[in-house]
Nanobody, 117 residues
Framework: QVQLVESGGGLVQPGGSLRLSCATSESILMINTMGWYRQAPGKERELVASIASGGTTNYADSVKDRFTISRDNAKNTVYLQMNSLKSEDTAVYYC???????????WGKGTLVTVSS
């Protein structure tokens, strides 16, 4: 089955930057959408950013112009570059693969991002 492994989380100062990585066990060139979600304490999980196999991206309004989702097809890896981080960005970030053909969602176990001085 599809496995997703996130890395790159940690403690970062407000205004700082962090890059998350999601390594996949399957080609990201398959018919699927890769995305990053996050869940903050006491909040519902929300979509942060996504990128389709054709390259189309979308972002939550709260991270637009600060975060960038990208992919390295050769490495089967999706990245989330996070700049100008705020305390409100503190959350567990999850990598997601949504299969268009099967309709299934696959999730990583999450990586914690803490934005604090």
């Amino acid at each position: 089955q599809v496995q997703l492994v996130e890395s790159g989380g940690g403690l970062v100062q407000p205004g700082g930057s962090l890059r998350l990585s999601c390594a996949t066990s399957e080609s990201i060139l398959m018919i699927n959408t890769m995305g990053w979600y996050r869940q903050a304490p006491g909040k519902e999980r929300e979509l942060v950013a996504s990128i389709a196999s054709g390259g189309t991206t979308n972002y939550a309004d709260s991270v637009k112009d600060r975060f960038t989702i990208s992919r390295d097809n050769a490495k089967n890896t999706v990245y989330l570059q996070m700049n100008s981080l705020k305390s409100e960005d503190t959350a567990v970030y999850y990598c997601n693969r949504h299969s268009i053909l099967s309709g299934m969602d696959y999730w990583g176990k999450g990586t914690l991002v803490t934005v604090s001085s």
